[in-house]
């Protein structure tokens, strides 16, 4: 007999994480058939309905329990991108054109806020709320000869004061707090890095002593580190853009299972930018794009959803 054929990927998993536990990710709904389109930013309200956004053209769709999908709103000068439910049933949208964006769940009552900081527009890529309905955003501008993102803290109720976080990042990402919000997780795209951060018991300010560590750096391409998620474990989820794929961090950061989507080897839906964990459930959703259109993929992670700031 002769050597065993190993199945080629055009994207394939880094040696480094091979050979960790695989979870399949399965589809579960088909929320639009244009190839161009990419899926972003999934949140569940108190309801159990799905939002997803999409950043162009920039518009949010609902999805009920029983999968039937409703576009609340559209704007095509507007690049909505993460979301996140306030206690109140206001659903909260950041945008990569600088908007912070507040509806009702039915897409009426419309407030765009436009938050700076020292006069410099945050261009808004993900948010979470912390338990005081305050919000962490992240900043997805800068580069290896220019990092000026970052990671910003906006404070309630009108999120008109901002302070700083984080700085010198680059094309900062994906912003997760742990369970007990002393720990802040980061990604940055263009660094290919994941960030843990610790926090002081103000919740805000990254500890001094434990500084910022970088305990993820992604030896796969094309693409990058996108958005992220944690469950109730404090296991961190994380998507990679452009590679049909989620890497599962334990709460340290050492990376313990990959969760695929099919049709990634044969440079399928490989767009996948973000996830949800169904607040006290253990379900996963994936927004995966590519050929044949903008999907939701379902998967079981490995801890229930965390109650967010939406769901106390």
Not at 81 to 86: E, L, S, V
Not at 120 to 133: A, C, E
Request: glycine content about 10%; some cysteine.
């Amino acid at each position: 007999m002769g050597p065993r054929k190993v199945k080629k990927s055009v994207v394939p998993i880094p040696p480094d994480l091979v050979n960790l536990p695989t979870i399949k990710a399965k589809r579960w709904l088909q929320v639009d058939t244009d190839t161009n389109m990419t899926l972003e930013g999934p949140s569940f309200d108190r309801q159990g309905n799905l939002f997803v956004t999409s950043i162009r053209p920039g518009c949010i769709f609902k999805v009920t329990p029983r999968k039937q999908v409703s576009r609340i709103f559209e704007r095509k000068d507007i690049q909505t991108n993460g979301t996140a439910f306030h206690k109140d049933g206001r659903l909260f949208v950041a945008c990569l054109t600088g908007e912070l964006i507040a509806m009702n769940p039915d897409g009426t009552n419309v407030t765009i806020m436009k938050p700076t900081y020292q006069s410099k527009t945050i261009s808004l890529n993900d948010l979470v709320f912390d338990s005081k309905g305050n919000l962490f955003v992240t900043d997805f501008t800068g580069n290896v000869s220019d990092p000026t993102g970052g990671v910003y803290h906006l404070l309630s109720p009108d999120f008109t004061t901002v302070r700083e976080v984080l700085r010198n990042l680059w094309a900062a990402n994906g912003v997760s707090l742990s369970p007990n919000e002393r720990v802040l997780w980061v990604s940055e795209t263009l660094r290919n890095t994941i960030a843990r951060v610790d926090l002081l018991p103000d919740g805000v300010t990254p500890n001094p002593r434990a500084g910022v560590s970088y305990v993820f750096y992604s030896t796969g391409g094309p693409g990058g580190p996108d958005s992220n998620r944690v469950d109730a474990e404090g296991n961190l989820y994380q998507a990679f853009i452009f590679q049909g794929r989620v890497v599962i961090l334990n709460s340290r950061g050492i990376p313990i299972a990959n969760v695929v989507v099919p049709g990634r080897d044969e440079g399928k839906y490989l767009r996948t930018t973000n996830l949800a964990i169904k607040p006290g459930a253990r379900e996963g959703y994936l927004c995966a794009s590519g050929e044949g259109g903008a999907w939701l993929y379902k998967f079981e992670p490995l801890a229930n959803g965390v109650k967010l700031f939406s769901h106390q």
